[in-house]
C-alpha cells in the first residue's frame, strides 16, 4: 500500500490567497484526520472525518479553514484567506478502525 | 482537558538503551502510542498498547504502562543512530479524540 499521500509536499504562498491541501487516505480506512503542527503550539487536530462525515472540528482554528470529504478517498483542508500564522505543517492521517492512525508526509505551508 | 507531558530532549550513547518517560492525565485511556517523526517526515506508529496491558515487546522496543501513576514509558534496547528522531507519545480515550505530548527529541552520540 503507497500509504496516506498529501500533495503538495511544499507551498508557498501570499498572504490572502487561498491555498488548498489535499489528502489520499489509504484505502478501506475509514476515518480520516487533520492535524497542523508548529514549534510553539505541537500536533494540533483540527478536524476529523468518520466515513466522510465531519465528526469533530472544534479544532479548526477560524471561519478561514474549511475541510471537506467529498468520498472515501479524498479530502481537502482549504485556507481563505491564508495569513503568515497559518505557516505550519499540514498532517493528513488515516484509520482503519479509529484506534491506530498512519500519517503522511505532510505539507509544509509558508505564508508570506 | 486531558495533557500529555514528555522531556524535551534526551541524549543516549550508541548501544545505550534509551529510555523515554511520557505522563499523561486522562484516566478513561483506552489506548497510549509511541510515534516517531524524523526530520521532514510524517509520524510514524512504532507501537502501542491497550491500557489494560503492563507491557508490550517488540524486538528492540519496550513499552511499560503504569495506569495507577499514569506513566508511559518507551525502551529501546541497543540504540543505534537511526534511531535519532523525535518520539511522541499520544493517548486515546473511548471517542476518537486522540492527544499528543510535545515529542522528545532523542539524540544518539556515537
Known amino acids: 500500500d503507497a500509504g496516506v499521500i498529501q500533495s503538495p509536499r511544499h507551498e508557498v504562498t501570499e498572504m490572502g490567497q487561498e491555498v488548498t491541501l489535499r489528502c489520499k487516505p489509504i484505502?478501506?480506512?475509514?476515518?480520516l484526520f487533520w492535524y497542523r503542527q508548529t514549534m510553539m503550539r505541537g500536533l494540533e487536530l483540527l478536524i476529523y472525518?468518520?466515513?466522510?462525515?465531519?465528526?469533530?472540528d472544534s479544532g479548526m482554528p477560524e471561519d478561514r479553514f474549511s475541510a471537506k470529504m467529498p468520498n472515501a478517498s479524498f479530502s481537502t483542508l482549504k485556507i481563505q484567506p491564508s495569513e503568515p500564522r497559518d505557516s505550519a505543517v499540514y498532517f493528513c492521517?488515516?484509520?482503519?478502525?479509529?484506534?491506530?492512525?498512519?500519517f503522511g508526509p505532510g505539507t509544509r505551508l509558508t505564508v508570506l | 482537558g486531558e495533557d500529555v507531558e514528555q522531556s524535551l530532549f534526551l541524549s543516549v550513547r550508541e548501544g545505550d538503551s534509551s529510555v523515554i518517560n511520557c505522563t499523561y492525565t486522562?484516566?478513561?485511556?483506552?489506548?497510549l502510542y509511541w510515534y516517531k517523526q524524523e526530520p521532514g517526515a510524517g509520524l510514524q506508529l512504532l507501537t502501542y498498547?491497550?491500557?489494560?496491558?503492563d507491557m508490550k515487546q517488540d524486538q528492540r522496543l519496550t513499552v511499560l504502562l503504569n495506569k495507577k501513576d499514569k506513566h508511559l514509558s518507551l525502551r529501546i534496547a541497543d540504540t543505534q543512530t537511526g534511531d535519532s528522531a523525535i518520539y511522541f507519545c499520544?493517548?486515546?480515550?473511548?471517542?476518537?479524540?486522540?492527544?499528543f505530548g510535545p515529542g522528545t527529541r532523542l539524540s544518539v552520540l556515537p
Open positions: 492521517a488515516s484509520s482503519p478502525t479509529g484506534d491506530t492512525q498512519y
Open positions: 484505502s478501506g480506512h475509514n476515518s
Open positions: 472525518f468518520n466515513n466522510n462525515v465531519p465528526i469533530d
Open positions: 486522562d484516566s478513561s485511556s483506552t489506548y
Open positions: 498498547i491497550f491500557s489494560n496491558m
Open positions: 499520544a493517548e486515546k480515550d473511548y471517542g476518537q479524540n486522540f492527544v
